[in-house]
């Protein structure tokens, strides 16, 4: 049997994200259409005071995990024209504040760092059928991907451009409270 916790009676506790029922999505557009795509390798901490507000996040992001169901392209988004992995390293998120519903959070790419808002949904805290305690919060953003050093692009016929600036990014996150 599960029971779910209110955002009034949060935890205290530090949370390990569980990346096998957890995603991190992007979105860009691509042409006259959008590419999606995600990150399979990723970890997180999260940080859970007597209130929504306490929470904190940290989360690294293996970029050369990048799938879009397409290996050329995920080839030519690690090279040096998008992520350049072999020098940058991985993307990383720090949070500085949530109010509950706003997470503002130092976001890395590529070795520029950028204050990013993101707009966080609490789903709630349950019990896993292992005796397991379990967090879930959802968040969107957007970033000019030129703000982190990713811009390289091709000029199309009438003044377009081959890859979008603007890349929504979606989490859907799943943390199990780490025993003490």
Avoid: Y
């Avoid at 306490?54 to 690294?60: Q, V």
């Avoid at 520029?112 to 949904?121: P, R």
């Avoid at 811009?151 to 003044?159: A, K, R, S, V, Y």
């Amino acid at each position: 049997m599960t029971s779910t916790i209110s955002p009034n009676e949060v935890i205290s506790g530090t949370w390990s994200i569980d990346p096998s029922h957890s995603e991190v999505g992007f979105t860009v557009r691509h042409l006259m259409s959008k590419v999606r795509g995600q990150f399979e390798k990723f970890e997180g901490k999260i940080t859970t005071g007597e209130s929504l507000s306490a929470t904190r996040a940290e989360a690294t992001i293996d970029l050369n995990s990048v799938n879009t169901r397409d290996e050329q392209r995920d080839g030519h988004l690690r090279s040096a024209d998008f992520f350049d992995t072999e020098k940058s390293g991985p993307m990383t998120f720090s949070s500085l504040s949530f109010d509950g519903g706003t997470a503002k959070g130092n976001l890395t790419i590529k070795g520029v760092t950028n204050e990013v808002e993101l707009d966080v949904e609490f789903l709630g805290i349950e019990n896993d059928p292992w005796g397991n305690q379990r967090i879930g919060f959802e968040a969107t953003t957007e970033i000019n991907r030129k703000d982190f050093g990713v811009d390289f692009n091709i000029p199309l016929d009438g003044g377009k451009l081959l890859v979008g600036d603007r890349v929504s990014i979606t989490l859907s996150i799943q943390a199990v409270l780490d025993q003490a």
